[in-house]
Nanobody, 121 residues
Framework: QVQLVESGGGLVQPGGSLRLSCAAS????????MGWYRQAPGKQRELVAA???????NYADSVKGRFTISRDNAKNTVYLQMNSLKPEDTAVYYC???????????????WGQGTQVTVSS
């Protein structure tokens, strides 16, 4: 059984910063890509940032230069540092991991429960 547990969301003023964390635990053999998605009310879930096991990163155009994704492979943890936050960044942020469960041999997608980020004055 695999769990992804997010933390770090909250309320912040425009221009402020937040750091999200997501730790994967359970019977994990290996983790390929990890990433963050977000979903605002009435909108589809969208990719915010992703990072491979080798450290290659990919960002949505809307967050380039403001957000930074990183990971600690030894801790099976991915981070999202969010700076210069804007009201339009308000959404539920979900952690995603493409991983192989021990004994299964086939990668699959796993999701966290989501953490609310609200940017408002």
């Amino acid at each position: 059984q695999v769990q992804l547990v997010e933390s770090g969301g909250g309320l912040v003023q425009p221009g402020g910063s937040l750091r999200l964390s997501c730790a994967a635990s359970g019977s994990i053999f290996s983790i390929y890509a990890m990433g963050w998605y977000r979903q605002a009310p009435g909108k589809q879930r969208e990719l915010v940032a992703a990072i491979t096991s080798g450290g290659s990163t990919n960002y949505a155009d809307s967050v380039k230069g403001r957000f930074t994704i990183s990971r600690d492979n030894a801790k099976n943890t991915v981070y999202l540092q969010m700076n210069s936050l804007k009201p339009e960044d308000t959404a539920v942020y979900y952690c995603n991991a493409e991983l192989v469960v021990a004994g299964l041999g086939v990668p699959d997608d796993y999701w966290g429960q989501g953490t609310q980020v609200t940017v408002s004055s």
